[in-house]
């Protein structure tokens, strides 16, 4: 249907915001749903982030997804903040209640349900993480609430990947990362929550003959959506899961905070995203 002027509004927010995927996966779970609701990419600067969010707000503006260089700031705008987006400390979900923000983070359930979509199990396995960005941070809060085993933390700056394991993963172990090869052995999972393999930026290696057969690879990055570090997987035998899923999971919970109604599963929104990222190249 067509939107009327009494649609509910949303939007993402960040900068830069052209390549966000996000308005497009939006609209088709709107118009699917059959709502009357539109989804907006909003543009601003860090010094503007905080008036132009107030000023969204003002206007009637449900919600907000917010990304790239917002998700820290975010929190310092909102009246009220999920226990998770405290724990991570970054939020992508803004929403105006009563007149107040409140913050929240669907990265880290964005992140495992897309693996558990692939049809991965994640209660009692063991898992690397490639990473202790702000990416790094969601992807271990959620592999922690989703009950793994036992979790190794590798990063070129020891003293962040001591920052996550202090702040969300109290036993898990912190590898070096020129060492991050020895830790493939007997790991079930390995996760590249840094950006290297986005497009522009150099691939991560990794030495997979060392890990186990049965070993499943997992990238947060789906620009490109086969980076270096999945193909290397695929080509060694190794299951692997691209960032797309976690893109699309994260997603969902923040459509249904907005318009209050789940997006629709018969929307094959993975197609048009893959579609629209090939017409992109």
Request: charged share 20%; aromatic share 4%; proline share 4%.
């Amino acid at each position: 249907m067509m939107p009327t002027g009494s649609a509910k509004t949303a939007g993402v927010i960040g900068q830069p915001i052209g390549h966000s995927l996000s308005p497009l996966m939006m609209a088709a779970w709107i118009r699917d749903a059959g709502i009357d609701a539109i989804y907006t990419p909003y543009l601003a600067s860090p010094h503007m982030f905080a008036p132009v969010v107030h000023a969204l707000f003002r206007a009637g503006l449900k919600g907000l997804n917010v990304t790239l260089p917002h998700k820290t700031e975010a929190l310092t705008i909102s009246h009220h903040i999920s226990d998770r987006a405290d724990r991570i400390g970054a939020a992508n979900l803004l929403t105006y209640v009563d007149g107040q923000i409140h913050a929240d983070n669907t990265d880290a359930v964005g992140f495992t349900r897309a693996l558990t979509a692939a049809g991965h199990e994640i209660r009692g396995k063991s898992a690397l993480v490639l990473g202790a960005g702000g990416a790094a941070r969601a992807i271990v809060d959620g592999l922690v609430e989703a009950g793994v085993s036992s979790l190794t933390i590798c990063n070129r700056s020891r003293e962040r990947a001591e920052a996550i394991r202090n702040d969300l993963a109290p036993s898990a172990r912190i590898g070096s990362w020129d060492d991050r090869n020895d830790a493939l052995s007997g790991v079930d999972l390995v996760v590249n929550a840094t950006s290297l393999g986005l497009r522009d930026q150099p691939e991560l290696g990794m030495d997979w003959g060392l890990a186990g057969s049965g070993t499943v690879v997992a990238d947060s990055v789906y620009v490109p959506l086969q980076t270096g570090f999945l193909k290397t997987a695929k080509a060694a035998g190794l299951e692997t899961v691209d960032g797309l899923g976690m893109l699309i999971e994260q997603g969902k919970p923040s459509f249904e905070a907005f318009f209050g109604s789940s997006a629709p599963e018969s929307t094959d929104v993975r197609a048009l995203l893959i579609d629209t990222l090939e017409h992109r190249k």
